[in-house]
């Protein structure tokens, strides 16, 4: 397998915690990488954007490529699909992607516009993303006013 087969790989499976070096979004953050470097092809995990561990190192590149694939397989890959202060809009999306046969995971998080702010997190897992999409016109679905106060939905 080369490296673009197996980025569009990682992508028909949903996956989105990866990154390959000089394929698709370069990503340096709370990731495991696939990279060359010195000679040789390393997995590393990436915080922050530095390396904080390397978990594979090979001179050959099927043999990193393996490793990688089952790697990144064997980890669970969350996608945001509604970002919201309403727990209506929440209950929507949930009850319409559950009663498709997609499984969702709640994690909410405090707000901070007043002491009773509260933002509804809804999640999909893997592949299921691409089923959520197809059931919603806007994915992820995101507050106007968390848009306008900076709710970092690129760190969710």
């Known amino acids: 397998m080369e490296l673009k087969e197996l980025y569009d790989k990682f992508i028909s499976e949903g996956c989105n915690r990866f990154s390959i070096e000089g394929i698709g979004e370069q990503y340096f953050d709370d990731i495991e990488r696939l ?64 009663s498709h046969g997609i499984g969702t995971i709640r994690n909410d998080i405090p707000g901070y516009l007043s002491g009773n702010d509260h933002v509804y997190r809804l999640f999909v897992i893997n592949n299921d993303i691409l089923r959520a999409k197809e059931l919603f016109e806007e994915v992820p679905y995101v507050d106007e006013d968390i848009k306008v106060y900076g709710g970092g939905i690129n760190n969710i």
């Open 35 to 98: 990279e060359m470097n010195n000679g040789k092809w390393e997995v590393s995990y990436y915080e922050r954007g530095k390396a904080q561990e390397i978990l594979f190192s090979s001179a050959d590149k099927q043999d990193a490529i393996r490793f990688y694939h089952d790697l990144v397989m064997k980890i669970q890959h969350w996608h945001l699909v509604a970002f919201t202060r309403s727990f209506d809009v929440f209950s929507s999306y949930r009850s319409r992607l559950e």
